[in-house]
C-alpha cells in the first residue's frame, strides 16, 4: 500500500513563510509526478504545484513566483516552500502521487495565514 504523510502546516501570519513535507512509502521514481493541491471547505480541491520525474514544474498563477515545489528523491519525500503567505492561501493542503494508472492522496496539512 501506498502512504502520503503531509506535515508541517500550521499558524503563519501574512508573508510568513512555512515548508510542507510529504513523506512517501515508495521510491519518488516510480510516480509520473508529486504534486500538491489544497482545498477550502466548500470548495473543489485544486492544484498547486507539480513536478515530474524530469523535474518540469507548473504552478499555478496565484502561487507562481512565491511557492517551490521540490522532490528529495533520496529520502522519498516532497517539498513546498511557501513564502510570502498571503489570507488567501489558507487550506487543508494535500500531498498527491500520480503513477498514471492510480492517484494517492495524503489526508492534508492545514495552512492557516492570519495576523
Known amino acids: 500500500q501506498v502512504r502520503l504523510v503531509e506535515s508541517g502546516g500550521g499558524l503563519v501570519q501574512p508573508g510568513g513563510s512555512l515548508r510542507l513535507s510529504c513523506a512517501v512509502s515508495?521510491?519518488?521514481?516510480?510516480?509520473?509526478?508529486m504534486g500538491w493541491y489544497r482545498q477550502v471547505p466548500g470548495n473543489q480541491r485544486d492544484m498547486v504545484a507539480r513536478i515530474t520525474t524530469a523535474g518540469v514544474t507548473k504552478y499555478d498563477d496565484s502561487v507562481a513566483g512565491r511557492f517551490t515545489i521540490s522532490g528529495d528523491y533520496r529520502n522519498n519525500t516532497v517539498y513546498l516552500h511557501m513564502h510570502s503567505l498571503k489570507p488567501e492561501d489558507t487550506a487543508v493542503y494535500y500531498c498527491?502521487?500520480?503513477?498514471?494508472?492510480?492517484?494517492?492522496w495524503g489526508r492534508g496539512t492545514l495552512v492557516t495565514v492570519s495576523a
Open positions: 515508495r521510491s519518488l521514481f516510480t510516480f509520473a509526478a
Open positions: 498527491n502521487a500520480d503513477s498514471v494508472s492510480r492517484n494517492y
